[in-house]
Nanobody, 128 residues
């Protein structure tokens, strides 16, 4: 069983930065895509960014492009989401998720229903 644990959330002012981490254990990540999703109160779960482990292909939602950066650390089996220039509308619970089997991203991360493994989430709050 693949297990995912998010960390790095917290309270930050608008314009600030956060570094979210997703640590994986239990299974090899060679043929996965790792995605970050977020869900704010009253809104549907939204795919934010994702990366394919095998070839490092990236995807960003239009709402975060230019402000969020996703990367993988193969030595630590960890995916990092660097968030800069935070806006109030970025506030949400951020979830890490994994999808098997994936060699490369075709167009987007894929919908949330395709991801079979989920972390418990980390809260991002943006407030003055």
């Amino acid at each position: 069983q693949l297990q995912l644990v998010e960390s790095g959330g917290g309270l930050v002012q608008p314009g600030g930065s956060l570094r979210l981490s997703c640590a994986a254990s239990g299974l090899a990540l060679d043929y996965t895509a790792i995605g970050w999703f977020r869900q704010a109160p009253g809104k549907e779960r939204e795919g934010v960014s994702c990366i394919s482990w095998y070839d490092g292909k990236l995807y960003y939602a239009d709402s975060v492009k230019g402000r969020f950066t996703i990367s993988r650390d193969k030595a630590k089996d960890t995916v990092v989401l660097q968030i800069d220039s935070l806006k109030p509308e970025d506030a949400a619970i951020y979830y890490c998720a994994a999808r098997y089997p994936v060699l490369t991203l075709e167009t987007t991360c894929g919908i949330a229903d395709l991801y079979g493994y989920w972390g418990q989430g980390t809260q991002v709050t943006v407030s003055s």
